[in-house]
């Protein structure tokens, strides 16, 4: 199955255009973006996306709680979770991916290659499931 439907979730303005760049314009996928949890777990089920690419320091709502929420309040534990963030330590990195993330992107990311980050991410989950 063809990845198309992202939903991203950063506080950051700036970080969302970069993004909105490179996964609409250079990578031709539907994206949703908000800039805090609540309005992302509104939309996200109208949206029904394939992938989560969330921010984890977020104020008030962290990109781990979003997950869950979408995991345990809308039935959204298939749906392929990427992680973004500047806390690159591989302890931390680990952890993400215990808690059900697939991978884990570093900022500063490279925007001309995130869309074919993200469909090397999808392509070896999807060949791994």
């Known amino acids: 199955m063809e990845l ?20 609409e314009v250079v990578g ?9 949890g609540p309005s992302a777990i509104a939309a996200a089920t109208d949206f029904d996306p394939q992938l989560l690419l969330l921010d984890v320091m977020m104020p008030g709502m962290t990109g781990m709680d979003v997950r ?3 995991v345990e309040d809308h039935d959204m534990g298939d749906v392929t979770t990427v992680y973004v ?3 690159a ?11 059900g993330a697939v991978s884990v992107i570093t900022k500063p990311f490279d925007p001309m290659t995130l869309a074919d980050q993200i469909r090397d991410i999808w ?7």
């Open 123 to 129: 392509a070896r989950q999807k060949e791994a499931a």
């Open 89 to 99: 330590e591989d302890s931390f990195a680990r952890e993400l991916m215990d808690q």
């Open 68 to 70: 869950r929420t979408l």
């Open 4 to 23: 198309k439907r992202i939903l991203h979730v950063d506080d950051d303005d700036d970080i969302r255009t970069i993004v909105q760049l490179a996964l």
């Open 28 to 36: 031709n996928f539907d994206l949703r973006q908000y800039g805090d």
């Open 85 to 87: 963030t500047a806390k």
